[in-house]
């Protein structure tokens, strides 16, 4: 996956994100790494630092698989914690009332995503 080497890292074509599906992209390499993921739910996108407020880690074991059983909270693999897909609250789990880091969306003229990586 390219980076322009600054904050706004390329993801994919929007058209590439499926309604209630979500992708994943990686940025760099261990131990600085920086991970993304896009979800598209109930039509709007959204992407998230790919990192569990809980223990820090990806999301997604299987790649790409966000979303629980019901198709309507997002899922970490490693101990189950569930984030709303429109804000990222977590509301169930061990980390209860934190936050997966939210990033901007940008869609270039060419209709692919850029997401904003924070100062
Ligand atoms: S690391 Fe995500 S719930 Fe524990």
Known sequence: MQDDGGRRLRLCPAAEVPEGGGRGFVFGRMPE????????WQGELRAYENACPHAGVSLDWTPDRFFDRTGDLLICALHGARFRPDDGLCVAGPCRGLRLPALALEC???GVLHAIRPD
């Open 108 to 110: 270039d003229g060419d």
């Open 33 to 40: 790494e920086f991970r993304v993921f896009v979800i598209r």
